[in-house]
């Protein structure tokens, strides 16, 4: 059940995803509860994270030109506690790869645009 407890289009998500399809449906649901930036790959994303102001990073991981973890790990060295949610198929040598970057969880592909909103809004709720 989605909450409607507080005001969430004051947070901005960062949302970063090279397939164009999927990048377009998922940035029209969140765009009904959050402020939206959509980025198309880790390097797009980073110029868009070091010129607003990012609340939330959801990302996916394998992309070209730089991937979602090369993305977080320079994000990170600007704001180390920024929550970051990632969507991709997940591995254990994802996994572990992620664990060191503090992400908030990792929801697996393909999800549910429900679960997506409701982690998105717990993870916003707890900062």
Do not use: W
């Not at 070091?50 to 990302?59: A, F, P, R, S, Y």
């Amino acid at each position: 059940m989605l909450s409607t407890s507080q005001n969430y289009k004051n947070f901005t998500i960062l949302y970063v995803e090279d397939e164009s399809i999927v990048r377009s449906n998922v940035e029209i649901c969140l765009n009904y509860v959050f402020n939206v930036i959509i980025a198309e790959n880790g390097k797009v994303g980073l110029e868009k994270f070091n010129n607003e102001k990012i609340d939330l990073i959801i990302t996916d991981i394998n992309m070209p030109l730089k991937d979602g973890i090369a993305m977080l790990k320079e994000i990170r060295n600007i704001n180390p506690h920024i929550p970051c949610i990632i969507t991709s198929a997940v591995d254990i040598e994802i996994i572990e790869r992620i664990k060191s970057l503090g992400v908030s969880k990792c929801i697996p592909k393909p999800f549910d645009m429900k679960d997506l909103l409701n982690c998105s809004m717990k993870v916003l709720d707890s900062i």
